[in-house]
DNA sequence: CAGCCTGTTGTACTTCGGTACAGTAGGCGC
DNA sequence: GCGCCTACTGTACCGAAGTACAACAGGCTG
Protein backbone atom coordinates (compact mmCIF):
# COMPACT_ATOMS: atom_id res chain seq x y z
CA UNK A 1 0.00 0.00 0.00
CA UNK A 2 1.08 3.15 -0.78
CA UNK A 3 2.25 5.79 2.46
CA UNK A 4 0.37 7.63 4.09
CA UNK A 5 0.98 11.97 4.03
CA UNK A 6 -1.17 14.02 6.61
CA UNK A 7 -1.13 17.80 5.97
CA UNK A 8 -1.60 19.99 9.18
CA UNK A 9 -1.17 23.33 10.00
CA UNK A 10 1.07 22.15 13.28
CA UNK A 11 2.48 19.56 10.62
CA UNK A 12 2.11 17.00 13.56
CA UNK A 13 0.29 13.13 13.74
CA UNK A 14 -2.47 12.88 15.71
CA UNK A 15 -2.73 9.98 17.82
CA UNK A 16 -5.45 8.48 16.09
CA UNK A 17 -3.63 8.56 12.71
CA UNK A 18 -0.51 6.60 13.92
CA UNK A 19 -2.37 3.85 15.21
CA UNK A 20 -4.16 3.47 11.60
CA UNK A 21 -0.67 4.07 9.73
CA UNK A 22 2.41 3.16 12.22
CA UNK A 23 4.48 4.66 9.10
CA UNK A 24 2.66 8.01 8.78
CA UNK A 25 4.58 11.29 8.40
CA UNK A 26 3.29 14.53 8.41
CA UNK A 27 4.18 17.91 7.29
CA UNK A 28 2.93 21.56 7.00
CA UNK A 29 0.57 22.14 4.03
CA UNK A 30 2.54 24.64 2.22
CA UNK A 31 5.70 22.50 1.71
CA UNK A 32 6.14 20.16 -1.51
CA UNK A 33 4.57 16.88 -2.04
CA UNK A 34 6.24 13.82 -3.38
CA UNK A 35 6.14 10.49 -3.90
CA UNK A 36 4.01 7.83 -4.33
CA UNK A 37 1.49 8.59 -1.37
CA UNK A 38 -2.19 9.28 -0.22
CA UNK A 39 -2.36 12.75 1.02
CA UNK A 40 -4.50 13.73 4.29
CA UNK A 41 -5.99 16.99 4.33
CA UNK A 42 -6.75 18.22 7.66
CA UNK A 43 -9.41 20.85 7.32
CA UNK A 44 -9.83 22.94 10.87
CA UNK A 45 -12.83 24.24 11.70
CA UNK A 46 -14.49 26.90 9.61
CA UNK A 47 -12.68 26.19 6.68
CA UNK A 48 -13.82 25.31 3.70
CA UNK A 49 -12.54 22.00 2.10
CA UNK A 50 -12.58 22.57 -1.20
CA UNK A 51 -10.70 25.73 -1.36
CA UNK A 52 -7.77 23.65 0.24
CA UNK A 53 -8.51 21.29 -2.23
CA UNK A 54 -8.41 23.25 -5.31
CA UNK A 55 -5.49 25.24 -4.02
CA UNK A 56 -3.66 21.80 -4.02
CA UNK A 57 -4.68 20.72 -7.12
CA UNK A 58 -3.43 23.93 -8.05
CA UNK A 59 0.16 23.58 -7.39
CA UNK A 60 0.31 20.79 -9.42
CA UNK A 61 -0.51 18.07 -6.63
CA UNK A 62 -1.70 14.92 -8.42
CA UNK A 63 -1.96 12.63 -5.92
CA UNK A 64 -5.29 11.40 -4.49
CA UNK A 65 -6.29 13.80 -1.49
CA UNK A 66 -8.64 13.05 1.88
CA UNK A 67 -10.17 15.28 3.44
CA UNK A 68 -10.33 15.12 7.45
CA UNK A 69 -12.86 17.40 8.64
CA UNK A 70 -12.84 18.76 12.53
CA UNK A 71 -16.32 19.99 11.44
CA UNK A 72 -17.75 17.47 8.62
CA UNK A 73 -20.15 18.99 6.64
CA UNK A 74 -22.18 17.21 3.73
CA UNK A 75 -22.31 20.51 1.92
CA UNK A 76 -18.42 21.06 2.51
CA UNK A 77 -18.12 17.51 1.25
CA UNK A 78 -20.09 18.03 -1.56
CA UNK A 79 -17.69 20.39 -2.60
CA UNK A 80 -14.55 19.03 -1.62
CA UNK A 81 -15.55 16.16 -3.99
CA UNK A 82 -15.99 17.94 -6.83
CA UNK A 83 -13.09 20.22 -6.42
CA UNK A 84 -11.32 16.92 -7.14
CA UNK A 85 -10.94 15.25 -2.99
CA UNK A 86 -10.98 11.38 -3.18
CA UNK A 87 -12.34 11.11 -0.15
CA UNK A 88 -14.06 12.85 2.96
CA UNK A 89 -14.24 12.18 6.65
CA UNK A 90 -14.22 13.10 10.14
CA UNK A 91 -10.55 13.84 11.37
CA UNK A 92 -11.27 12.09 14.96
CA UNK A 93 -12.50 8.94 12.86
CA UNK A 94 -11.86 5.79 14.34
CA UNK A 95 -8.26 4.14 13.38
CA UNK A 96 -10.23 1.35 11.14
CA UNK A 97 -12.23 3.53 9.37
CA UNK A 98 -9.34 5.82 8.14
CA UNK A 99 -7.49 2.36 7.04
CA UNK A 100 -10.66 0.92 5.06
CA UNK A 101 -10.84 4.90 3.33
CA UNK A 102 -6.74 4.79 2.58
CA UNK A 103 -7.50 1.02 1.05
CA UNK A 104 -10.69 2.03 -1.38
CA UNK A 105 -8.86 5.51 -2.02
CA UNK A 106 -5.69 3.77 -2.61
CA UNK A 107 -6.99 1.48 -4.89
CA UNK A 108 -8.66 4.35 -6.79
CA UNK A 109 -12.22 4.70 -5.88
CA UNK A 110 -14.20 7.16 -4.41
CA UNK A 111 -14.74 7.47 -0.24
CA UNK A 112 -18.84 9.28 0.27
CA UNK A 113 -19.98 8.21 3.44
CA UNK A 114 -23.29 6.47 3.79
CA UNK A 115 -25.16 9.52 4.73
CA UNK A 116 -23.70 11.58 1.57
CA UNK A 117 -24.00 8.49 -0.92
CA UNK A 118 -27.69 8.25 0.34
CA UNK A 119 -28.34 11.75 -0.49
CA UNK A 120 -26.06 11.74 -4.06
CA UNK A 121 -28.23 8.83 -5.13
CA UNK A 122 -31.28 10.46 -3.74
CA UNK A 123 -30.73 13.41 -5.62
CA UNK A 124 -29.50 11.67 -8.95
CA UNK A 125 -32.76 9.73 -8.90
CA UNK A 126 -34.56 12.31 -9.31
CA UNK A 127 -33.29 13.25 -12.73
CA UNK A 128 -33.28 9.68 -14.51
CA UNK A 129 -35.19 10.31 -17.19
CA UNK A 130 -33.02 12.45 -19.24
CA UNK A 131 -31.79 9.98 -21.39
CA UNK A 132 -31.93 11.71 -24.97
CA UNK A 133 -31.44 9.66 -27.84
CA UNK A 134 -28.96 11.34 -29.57
CA UNK A 135 -28.16 10.24 -32.88
CA UNK A 136 -24.80 11.67 -32.53
CA UNK A 137 -23.51 8.16 -31.40
CA UNK A 138 -25.66 6.39 -34.52
CA UNK A 139 -22.23 5.86 -36.51
CA UNK A 140 -20.18 5.45 -34.15
CA UNK A 141 -18.94 1.71 -32.82
CA UNK A 142 -19.53 0.60 -29.08
CA UNK A 143 -15.87 1.03 -28.36
CA UNK A 144 -16.06 4.93 -29.89
CA UNK A 145 -18.83 5.67 -27.81
CA UNK A 146 -17.16 4.66 -24.43
CA UNK A 147 -13.73 6.73 -26.03
CA UNK A 148 -16.26 9.83 -27.23
CA UNK A 149 -18.24 9.63 -23.38
CA UNK A 150 -14.78 10.04 -21.73
CA UNK A 151 -13.59 12.56 -23.91
CA UNK A 152 -16.81 14.82 -23.78
CA UNK A 153 -16.04 14.54 -19.77
CA UNK A 154 -13.10 16.88 -20.07
CA UNK A 155 -10.65 12.92 -20.16
CA UNK A 156 -7.35 13.17 -21.84
CA UNK A 157 -5.54 10.92 -24.18
CA UNK A 158 -3.80 9.26 -20.74
CA UNK A 159 -6.62 8.79 -18.63
CA UNK A 160 -9.11 7.60 -21.40
CA UNK A 161 -6.30 4.67 -21.94
CA UNK A 162 -5.95 3.91 -18.45
CA UNK A 163 -9.78 3.84 -18.22
CA UNK A 164 -9.94 1.07 -20.81
CA UNK A 165 -7.46 -0.01 -20.35
CA UNK A 166 -5.75 0.29 -23.39
CA UNK A 167 -2.39 2.26 -24.93
CA UNK A 168 -2.71 6.33 -25.60
CA UNK A 169 -2.21 5.26 -29.21
CA UNK A 170 -5.11 3.82 -29.44
CA UNK A 171 -7.39 6.03 -27.96
CA UNK A 172 -5.56 8.33 -30.63
CA UNK A 173 -6.47 5.84 -33.26
CA UNK A 174 -10.24 6.09 -31.87
CA UNK A 175 -10.88 10.04 -31.48
CA UNK A 176 -9.32 10.38 -34.77
CA UNK A 177 -12.46 7.97 -36.57
CA UNK A 178 -14.36 9.88 -33.94
CA UNK A 179 -13.70 13.39 -35.27
CA UNK A 180 -13.97 12.29 -38.69
CA UNK A 181 -17.32 10.51 -38.28
CA UNK A 182 -18.92 13.95 -36.52
CA UNK A 183 -17.02 16.22 -38.50
CA UNK A 184 -15.64 17.78 -35.43
CA UNK A 185 -12.08 19.48 -35.34
CA UNK A 186 -11.07 18.95 -32.05
CA UNK A 187 -11.99 17.13 -28.99
CA UNK A 188 -13.52 20.34 -27.46
CA UNK A 189 -15.94 20.18 -30.59
CA UNK A 190 -16.62 16.62 -29.59
CA UNK A 191 -17.65 17.78 -26.26
CA UNK A 192 -20.21 20.37 -27.53
CA UNK A 193 -21.88 17.61 -29.86
CA UNK A 194 -21.67 15.02 -26.95
CA UNK A 195 -23.18 17.49 -24.54
CA UNK A 196 -25.60 18.51 -26.95
CA UNK A 197 -24.34 22.51 -26.72
CA UNK A 198 -25.61 24.94 -29.13
CA UNK A 199 -26.88 24.20 -32.82
CA UNK A 200 -25.85 20.56 -33.03
CA UNK A 201 -27.75 17.83 -32.57
CA UNK B 1 -9.65 -11.09 0.62
CA UNK B 2 -12.92 -12.58 0.73
CA UNK B 3 -13.78 -15.15 -1.68
CA UNK B 4 -15.30 -13.83 -5.80
CA UNK B 5 -18.64 -16.12 -6.66
CA UNK B 6 -20.06 -15.11 -9.68
CA UNK B 7 -23.75 -15.54 -10.67
CA UNK B 8 -24.58 -16.30 -14.32
CA UNK B 9 -27.53 -17.83 -16.20
CA UNK B 10 -25.11 -20.96 -17.74
CA UNK B 11 -23.02 -20.87 -14.33
CA UNK B 12 -19.89 -20.91 -15.85
CA UNK B 13 -16.82 -18.45 -14.90
CA UNK B 14 -15.74 -16.20 -18.14
CA UNK B 15 -12.09 -16.15 -19.00
CA UNK B 16 -11.72 -12.48 -17.87
CA UNK B 17 -13.35 -13.40 -14.41
CA UNK B 18 -11.01 -16.28 -13.87
CA UNK B 19 -7.79 -14.25 -15.17
CA UNK B 20 -8.51 -11.47 -12.37
CA UNK B 21 -9.39 -13.80 -9.86
CA UNK B 22 -7.93 -17.80 -10.13
CA UNK B 23 -9.64 -18.47 -7.18
CA UNK B 24 -13.48 -17.78 -8.58
CA UNK B 25 -16.41 -19.81 -8.19
CA UNK B 26 -19.60 -19.61 -10.28
CA UNK B 27 -23.09 -20.95 -9.87
CA UNK B 28 -26.94 -20.55 -11.13
CA UNK B 29 -28.29 -17.40 -9.62
CA UNK B 30 -31.24 -19.81 -7.89
CA UNK B 31 -28.82 -21.40 -6.23
CA UNK B 32 -28.72 -20.55 -2.54
CA UNK B 33 -25.23 -18.18 -1.41
CA UNK B 34 -23.32 -19.10 1.12
CA UNK B 35 -20.37 -17.59 2.69
CA UNK B 36 -18.03 -14.94 3.12
CA UNK B 37 -18.13 -13.74 -0.33
CA UNK B 38 -18.46 -11.12 -2.62
CA UNK B 39 -21.38 -11.30 -5.36
CA UNK B 40 -20.73 -10.69 -8.58
CA UNK B 41 -24.30 -10.75 -10.96
CA UNK B 42 -24.28 -10.35 -14.65
CA UNK B 43 -26.79 -9.10 -16.06
CA UNK B 44 -27.75 -10.03 -19.90
CA UNK B 45 -28.77 -7.80 -22.34
CA UNK B 46 -32.01 -6.04 -21.77
CA UNK B 47 -32.68 -7.61 -18.39
CA UNK B 48 -32.76 -5.06 -15.56
CA UNK B 49 -30.10 -4.91 -13.16
CA UNK B 50 -31.69 -3.54 -10.25
CA UNK B 51 -34.49 -6.45 -10.89
CA UNK B 52 -31.83 -8.87 -10.50
CA UNK B 53 -30.35 -6.95 -7.20
CA UNK B 54 -34.07 -6.67 -5.56
CA UNK B 55 -35.00 -10.26 -5.90
CA UNK B 56 -31.45 -11.93 -4.71
CA UNK B 57 -32.15 -9.12 -1.27
CA UNK B 58 -35.58 -10.35 -1.10
CA UNK B 59 -34.24 -13.98 -0.62
CA UNK B 60 -32.23 -12.51 2.17
CA UNK B 61 -29.31 -12.63 0.39
CA UNK B 62 -26.91 -10.06 2.72
CA UNK B 63 -23.39 -10.20 1.52
CA UNK B 64 -22.05 -7.53 -1.42
CA UNK B 65 -23.83 -7.84 -4.57
CA UNK B 66 -21.28 -6.20 -7.80
CA UNK B 67 -23.28 -5.86 -10.92
CA UNK B 68 -21.63 -7.17 -14.51
CA UNK B 69 -23.70 -5.19 -17.10
CA UNK B 70 -22.88 -6.65 -20.77
CA UNK B 71 -24.87 -3.81 -21.83
CA UNK B 72 -24.37 -1.03 -19.03
CA UNK B 73 -25.92 1.86 -18.55
CA UNK B 74 -26.04 4.99 -16.37
CA UNK B 75 -29.40 5.10 -15.80
CA UNK B 76 -29.48 1.25 -14.78
CA UNK B 77 -26.53 1.64 -12.08
CA UNK B 78 -28.46 4.09 -10.70
CA UNK B 79 -30.99 2.10 -10.00
CA UNK B 80 -29.25 -1.01 -9.35
CA UNK B 81 -26.91 0.69 -7.01
CA UNK B 82 -30.34 2.60 -4.98
CA UNK B 83 -31.58 -1.11 -5.12
CA UNK B 84 -28.74 -2.21 -2.67
CA UNK B 85 -25.86 -2.73 -5.51
CA UNK B 86 -22.00 -1.94 -4.11
CA UNK B 87 -20.69 -1.80 -7.33
CA UNK B 88 -21.73 -1.87 -10.71
CA UNK B 89 -19.47 -2.50 -14.03
CA UNK B 90 -19.14 -3.76 -17.24
CA UNK B 91 -19.41 -7.56 -17.66
CA UNK B 92 -16.16 -7.27 -20.06
CA UNK B 93 -13.99 -5.08 -18.20
CA UNK B 94 -10.51 -5.77 -17.70
CA UNK B 95 -9.01 -8.29 -14.91
CA UNK B 96 -7.71 -5.01 -13.45
CA UNK B 97 -10.45 -3.52 -13.23
CA UNK B 98 -12.54 -6.30 -11.60
CA UNK B 99 -9.32 -6.61 -9.04
CA UNK B 100 -9.68 -3.01 -8.37
CA UNK B 101 -13.36 -2.99 -7.76
CA UNK B 102 -12.90 -6.24 -5.74
CA UNK B 103 -10.70 -4.63 -3.56
CA UNK B 104 -12.79 -1.06 -2.74
CA UNK B 105 -16.15 -3.26 -2.26
CA UNK B 106 -14.52 -5.87 -0.20
CA UNK B 107 -13.27 -2.93 2.31
CA UNK B 108 -16.79 -1.09 2.38
CA UNK B 109 -17.11 1.25 -0.13
CA UNK B 110 -19.05 1.32 -3.18
CA UNK B 111 -17.67 1.34 -6.50
CA UNK B 112 -19.77 3.32 -9.45
CA UNK B 113 -17.55 4.67 -12.16
CA UNK B 114 -15.77 7.97 -12.63
CA UNK B 115 -19.06 8.91 -14.89
CA UNK B 116 -22.32 7.90 -12.97
CA UNK B 117 -20.03 9.42 -10.38
CA UNK B 118 -19.61 12.67 -12.08
CA UNK B 119 -23.02 12.86 -12.77
CA UNK B 120 -24.00 11.61 -8.69
CA UNK B 121 -22.17 14.87 -7.82
CA UNK B 122 -24.03 17.19 -10.32
CA UNK B 123 -27.02 16.08 -9.55
CA UNK B 124 -26.77 16.78 -6.34
CA UNK B 125 -24.68 19.80 -6.50
CA UNK B 126 -27.55 20.91 -8.10
CA UNK B 127 -30.05 20.73 -5.50
CA UNK B 128 -28.22 22.27 -3.09
CA UNK B 129 -27.27 25.74 -2.39
CA UNK B 130 -23.49 27.01 -3.06
CA UNK B 131 -23.51 26.17 -7.09
CA UNK B 132 -20.00 27.64 -7.57
CA UNK B 133 -20.13 26.77 -11.03
CA UNK B 134 -22.97 29.77 -11.58
CA UNK B 135 -20.43 32.23 -10.30
CA UNK B 136 -17.45 31.42 -12.44
CA UNK B 137 -17.44 34.23 -14.18
CA UNK B 138 -17.04 36.49 -11.04
CA UNK B 139 -13.60 35.98 -10.37
CA UNK B 140 -12.52 37.06 -14.26
CA UNK B 141 -11.86 39.96 -15.76
CA UNK B 142 -14.09 41.55 -18.58
CA UNK B 143 -12.19 40.64 -20.80
CA UNK B 144 -10.73 37.44 -19.75
CA UNK B 145 -14.76 36.64 -19.74
CA UNK B 146 -14.91 37.25 -23.45
CA UNK B 147 -12.07 35.43 -24.08
CA UNK B 148 -13.68 32.44 -21.85
CA UNK B 149 -16.87 32.51 -23.83
CA UNK B 150 -15.02 32.04 -26.66
CA UNK B 151 -13.50 29.09 -26.11
CA UNK B 152 -16.32 27.42 -24.55
CA UNK B 153 -17.63 28.16 -28.34
CA UNK B 154 -14.99 25.63 -29.24
CA UNK B 155 -12.70 28.63 -30.80
CA UNK B 156 -9.32 28.25 -31.62
CA UNK B 157 -6.72 30.79 -29.92
CA UNK B 158 -6.17 31.44 -33.27
CA UNK B 159 -9.76 32.38 -33.96
CA UNK B 160 -10.26 34.44 -30.86
CA UNK B 161 -7.41 36.51 -31.39
CA UNK B 162 -8.70 37.28 -34.24
CA UNK B 163 -12.23 37.89 -32.86
CA UNK B 164 -10.77 39.81 -30.34
CA UNK B 165 -8.40 41.72 -32.65
CA UNK B 166 -5.61 41.25 -30.39
CA UNK B 167 -2.90 38.27 -31.15
CA UNK B 168 -1.99 34.81 -30.14
CA UNK B 169 0.01 35.59 -27.83
CA UNK B 170 -2.36 37.80 -25.47
CA UNK B 171 -5.26 35.31 -25.65
CA UNK B 172 -2.67 32.62 -24.81
CA UNK B 173 -2.05 34.84 -21.63
CA UNK B 174 -5.82 34.92 -21.16
CA UNK B 175 -6.67 31.64 -21.33
CA UNK B 176 -3.57 31.25 -18.59
CA UNK B 177 -5.35 33.08 -16.24
CA UNK B 178 -8.89 31.92 -16.84
CA UNK B 179 -7.88 28.14 -16.08
CA UNK B 180 -5.66 28.88 -13.00
CA UNK B 181 -8.86 30.70 -11.81
CA UNK B 182 -11.55 28.76 -12.35
CA UNK B 183 -8.86 25.77 -11.54
CA UNK B 184 -9.24 23.80 -14.84
CA UNK B 185 -7.03 21.98 -16.80
CA UNK B 186 -7.18 22.80 -20.14
CA UNK B 187 -9.88 24.38 -22.51
CA UNK B 188 -12.08 21.46 -22.23
CA UNK B 189 -12.52 21.37 -18.54
CA UNK B 190 -12.85 24.97 -19.12
CA UNK B 191 -16.10 25.15 -22.04
CA UNK B 192 -17.29 22.11 -19.06
CA UNK B 193 -17.43 24.82 -16.83
CA UNK B 194 -18.72 27.56 -18.59
CA UNK B 195 -21.34 25.71 -20.67
CA UNK B 196 -22.68 24.05 -17.20
CA UNK B 197 -21.98 20.57 -18.56
CA UNK B 198 -21.29 19.07 -14.85
CA UNK B 199 -23.47 21.49 -13.12
CA UNK B 200 -26.36 23.38 -14.00
CA UNK B 201 -27.73 22.76 -17.55
C1' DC C 1 4.14 59.17 -6.28
C1' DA C 2 4.41 54.20 -5.51
C1' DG C 3 1.93 50.14 -5.92
C1' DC C 4 -1.49 47.29 -7.97
C1' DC C 5 -4.49 45.66 -11.61
C1' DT C 6 -5.62 45.15 -16.49
C1' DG C 7 -4.41 44.53 -21.00
C1' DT C 8 -1.05 43.83 -24.19
C1' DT C 9 3.07 41.49 -26.49
C1' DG C 10 7.59 39.03 -26.91
C1' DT C 11 10.83 34.68 -26.95
C1' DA C 12 11.56 30.13 -25.70
C1' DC C 13 10.23 25.97 -24.06
C1' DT C 14 7.48 21.56 -22.90
C1' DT C 15 3.53 18.89 -23.29
C1' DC C 16 -0.54 17.39 -25.57
C1' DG C 17 -3.48 16.46 -29.48
C1' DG C 18 -3.96 14.93 -33.94
C1' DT C 19 -2.34 12.83 -38.26
C1' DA C 20 0.41 9.90 -41.55
C1' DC C 21 2.58 6.33 -42.58
C1' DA C 22 2.42 1.72 -41.11
C1' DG C 23 1.22 -3.39 -38.87
C1' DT C 24 -1.46 -7.58 -36.35
C1' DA C 25 -5.51 -10.15 -35.00
C1' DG C 26 -10.34 -11.79 -34.68
C1' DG C 27 -15.07 -11.94 -36.46
C1' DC C 28 -18.48 -11.96 -40.20
C1' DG C 29 -20.46 -12.41 -44.81
C1' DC C 30 -20.25 -13.67 -49.60
C1' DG D 1 -10.72 -18.20 -49.02
C1' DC D 2 -11.04 -13.28 -49.54
C1' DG D 3 -12.51 -9.02 -48.38
C1' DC D 4 -14.30 -5.87 -44.85
C1' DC D 5 -14.94 -4.13 -40.30
C1' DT D 6 -13.45 -3.57 -35.54
C1' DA D 7 -10.03 -3.22 -32.12
C1' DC D 8 -5.50 -2.59 -31.02
C1' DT D 9 -0.50 -1.00 -31.30
C1' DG D 10 3.88 1.14 -33.13
C1' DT D 11 7.10 5.17 -34.78
C1' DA D 12 7.35 9.59 -36.31
C1' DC D 13 6.03 14.13 -37.23
C1' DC D 14 3.73 18.79 -36.80
C1' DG D 15 1.05 22.13 -34.95
C1' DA D 16 -1.77 23.72 -31.06
C1' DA D 17 -1.94 24.49 -26.29
C1' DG D 18 0.01 25.89 -22.21
C1' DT D 19 3.93 27.60 -19.17
C1' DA D 20 8.07 30.29 -17.77
C1' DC D 21 10.73 33.65 -17.91
C1' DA D 22 9.92 38.37 -19.08
C1' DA D 23 8.50 43.63 -20.70
C1' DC D 24 5.51 48.11 -21.19
C1' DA D 25 1.40 51.38 -20.99
C1' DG D 26 -2.65 53.15 -18.76
C1' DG D 27 -5.80 53.64 -14.92
C1' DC D 28 -6.96 53.66 -10.15
C1' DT D 29 -5.89 54.10 -5.06
C1' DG D 30 -3.79 54.85 -0.70
Known amino acids: MAEQLFLSADGRLRDTWRTAFPAARAQRPAEPLVGDVLVWVLVA ?3 KA ?35 ASGYCNSHAAPEVLSQVAT ?6 LWV ?25 DTLTER ?11 ASNKEVARELAITERTVKAHVGAILEK ?20
Open 104 to 109: VVGNGG
Open 50 to 84: ARQIAALRQRGVAQPLIVLADEPGEDDALAALTAG
Open 45 to 47: PGE
Open 144 to 154: EREVAHAIARG
Open 182 to 201: LGARDRLQLSLIVNGVESSR
Open 113 to 137: GQGLMQRLLAGAARLLPPNPSDGWA
